[in-house]
């Protein structure tokens, strides 16, 4: 039976991020993810976490928001579910279990760094969410730091924010914030309406409300 990487990191995810760097930059991002949240309405809303891990990411959205935690490892989920009350759910990011149109947020942290195919988790996102709906994204661009993370097991597939921005807007997503870190550029992207022409995150403003 083949080893669940995954699965193997959960023992040890959490105690990791302990460590007073790592926590740090964490702290950061986390601030900067509520940042892009904290500029739209989530009332009457619902979110589903693609690569909810142990639940990290969790805290960026508020108690009375209900969440969807997905990630391929069920040890993962269960961790999750130990810091927050979530539905759990087992499945993959390019093959979301999810019908066409029904998802009105999709939050994807820390998760498209170690996707090879891309292409093909946006297609998903785009396919779940509806007209409308949010997409909150991090991504990990090329460098020293990211390049070195490498070295933790799992490959990082770092993209450039500017080839990024180019493949999400060709799949009718306009940027309406975004934020950057020590490791990672966040943005919050809405899936587009009718035939509103789709922006890049350089023309925008932080959050556009």
């Known amino acids: 039976m083949a080893i669940d990487i995954w699965s193997l990191k959960s023992e040890f995810y959490d105690t990791l991020r302990t460590l007073p760097l790592v926590r740090w930059i964490l702290e950061q991002e986390t601030e900067k993810l509520k940042t892009l949240v904290n500029g739209i309405s989530l009332e009457s809303s619902w979110i589903l976490e693609v690569g909810t891990g142990t639940g990290l990411a969790l805290e960026v959205f508020p108690e009375v928001i209900p969440i969807v935690g997905m990630d391929r490892s069920l040890r993962m989920v269960r ?7 979530i539905t759990g759910v087992v499945g ?26 891309k292409g093909t988790f946006l297609d998903e996102v785009k396919r ?20 070195l993370r490498n070295l933790l097991v799992s490959r990082i597939y770092s993209v450039g924010a500017e080839s990024w921005e180019t493949t999400v807007r060709k799949r009718g997503f306009t940027c309406i914030g975004f934020e950057k870190t020590v490791l990672q550029v966040q943005y919050l992207f809405v899936l587009q309406k009718g035939t509103d022409r789709p922006r890049n995150c350089k023309t925008t403003a932080r959050v556009e409300k």
Request: hydrophobic share 45%; net charge positive.
């Open 79 to 85: 961790k999750a579910q130990s810091k927050r009350w």
């Open 128 to 147: 779940v969410l509806r007209s409308g709906g949010y997409f909150l994204v991090t991504i990990a661009p090329p460098g020293v730091l990211n390049f």
């Open 92 to 117: 993959k990011a390019c093959r979301l279990p999810l019908r066409k149109g029904v998802v009105p947020f999709v939050s994807a942290v820390g998760l498209a760094e170690y996707l090879p195919d």
